[in-house]
């Protein structure tokens, strides 16, 4: 599934980010509202997902050009990218044993899920 999702990595709070309105924090609670509201479905296992992180608007065209479809080396991490995903699908992620993860340029954000048959358990 594709979904018109930009991604972004999971920032770290603290507990007054319960009452104050960081923008980063604004940001990533509306990301999960998007992701619930999408309906944004991911099984346990088996799974691969590739987030497109938009190109920056100040990029020429001919980099723009050149960096669509490779692979995002900067931050955010992977890891944080994942985080965010899981825990705006899940209050208690731990079932999710398996997956596979990918970020790479793109002209619009968005979260790509597939079920990766290569993943399959021994």
């Not at 309105?21 to 309906?39: H, I, S």
């Not at 080396?73 to 899940?90: C, G, Q, T, V």
Request: hydrophobic fraction near 35%; glycine fraction near 4%.
């Amino acid at each position: 599934m594709i979904y018109a999702i930009t991604p972004m990595g999971k920032p770290r709070m603290t507990r007054s980010d319960k009452w104050k309105k960081r923008p980063e924090v604004l940001r990533y609670r509306a990301f999960c509202d998007e992701v619930r509201a999408r309906g944004v479905i991911l099984p346990e296992s088996g799974s691969h997902i590739t987030f497109i992180l938009p190109m920056p608007q100040s990029w020429s065209k001919k980099k723009r050009a050149e960096m669509n479809g490779k692979p995002h080396k900067s931050k955010p991490d992977k890891d944080n990218l994942e985080k965010a995903l899981l825990d705006a699908l899940f209050e208690d992620d731990s079932h999710v044993w398996d997956s596979r993860v990918t970020k790479l340029w793109g002209e619009v954000g968005q979260v790509i899920i597939r079920e990766d048959v290569l993943c399959a358990p021994f």
